[in-house]
């Protein structure tokens, strides 16, 4: 089509090497199994790590605000946007964090820019770990900041990037809590100690880590005993909390700033009145059920034994987010098909969500899964790990 032929060609391209793919399309609501082409299969793909997606309990205060508030906002926070239950979400958001404020934002993609694009400028540095989330990446480009990439989870590198960047007005450490594709945990400990010595200000996103970390999933800062410590922290509603949206938890002083320049914040209508209120009755679900949380854990050790002990590289996870390390794109995208002609849903990650070279299987457990559910997931791997050769 006319102006689009160099799109036309990098798809063509992308055909021909066997990178191009469909949208995998579910038939049925989120769970340890759905139905994808018509057949039940085990989902390993999903951020649902606590199955609160379909909680009744959710359902039923999404429901219960539809009837009461009606299903949108009408504008944007800072116009006429703001209902009473954005400010109650907040509130109980900054609770469950131990800071003093929080703001809810649309997204953990928008928390993540509207926080860095409003905090920093031209005479700061952003200092951040190289395998951050595309949406730090991203935030990072829209400030007139300098930015600073260190190798990933490696303090020597950070130390080097602070010791280097001691001209600049303001520092900033940002890094994931948890690594969204990797499974990693950032060492915390250390950088806050780092921050110290250097005079650099903290920020976490946890968007892997609330509600898989911490006392209740309370993050990777309360993981290490760190409440006070760390400045500023992203969490998502998206993930384990089952919802939508994003937030930052922090000083009273961050938050009012950001309600005047967080730009995502100031020119994006509010969430609807269910998703808030759904959001509200995550947070009493991971207070009253923990038991969750520590079957999460649970079924992440015995799967990630179970592929460990089949030979597959696992790498050096720690978490539920357990990747399969291939290397090659096409191998790691056949794999994922086998798994599925297998009954298994495992996603094949490749450029440019990962470094090409590092094309991976990303696996993610959750609470809902039955010992059952993760046996035959095993051996839907050992079987289609057989068949292209990756173990023997
Ligand atoms: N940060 C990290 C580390 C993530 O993995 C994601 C989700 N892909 C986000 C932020 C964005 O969160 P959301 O999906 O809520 O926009």
Not at 236 to 262: E, F, N, R
Not at 278 to 287: F, G, M, S
């Amino acid at each position: 089509m006319r102006g689009f032929d160099d799109l036309q060609a990098e798809l063509d391209e992308m055909r021909k090497e066997g990178t191009f793919r469909q949208l995998v399309t579910l038939q049925s609501e989120q769970g340890a199994r759905v139905v994808i082409n018509g057949r039940e299969v085990i989902q390993l793909s999903s951020n649902n790590y606590l199955g609160l997606t379909d909680h009744p309990r959710l359902k039923q205060a999404a429901i219960d605000a539809i009837e009461k508030y009606g299903v949108g906002t009408g504008s944007v926070r800072t116009i006429a946007g703001t209902l009473i239950m954005h400010q109650e979400l907040e509130k109980k958001l900054a609770a469950f964090k131990h800071t003093e404020a929080s703001l809810v934002f649309q997204s953990g993609f928008t928390t993540n820019q509207g926080v860095l694009s409003a905090i920093v400028s031209e005479d700061d540095v952003v200092i951040s770990d190289e395998l951050n989330h595309a949406s730090i990446i991203d935030g990072i480009r829209l400030t007139k900041a300098a930015r600073s990439v260190y190798k990933h989870v490696d303090m020597i590198s950070l130390e080097r990037a602070l010791a280097d960047t001691q001209h600049y007005r303001k520092r900033l450490i940002v890094t994931d809590g948890v690594f969204s594709m990797d499974g990693t945990i950032a060492p915390l400990p250390k950088i806050v100690k780092l921050a110290a010595k250097y005079d650099a200000l903290i920020m976490v996103d946890d968007a892997h880590a609330s509600g898989v970390l911490g006392e209740n999933g309370r993050g990777t800062v309360n993981h290490f005993g760190l409440d006070g410590k760390v400045d500023i922290q992203v969490g998502t509603l998206s993930k384990a909390m089952g919802v939508l949206g994003g937030y930052v938890a922090g000083p009273q002083v961050l938050i009012d700033y950001l309600i005047h320049k967080g730009r995502p914040f100031l020119f994006s209508t509010s969430h609807p009145p269910a998703v808030t209120m759904a959001c509200i009755e995550a947070v009493n679900v991971l207070i009253e059920e923990p038991e969750r949380i520590e079957k999460l854990w649970t079924n992440s050790e015995f799967f990630k034994q179970g592929l460990r002990s089949l030979g597959f590289n696992t790498d050096k996870s720690e978490t539920p987010i357990t990747p399969v390390m291939i290397g090659d794109e096409v191998l790691t995208l056949k794999l994922a098909d086998k798994l599925l002609e297998n009954g298994v849903f495992a996603q094949g990650i490749v450029f440019p969500t990962v470094a090409k070279g590092q094309a991976r299987i990303r696996t993610i457990v959750t609470s809902q899964h039955s010992k059952a559910d993760l046996e035959q997931a095993l051996r839907a791997f050992e079987k289609a790990g057989m068949e292209l050769s990756i173990i023997r």
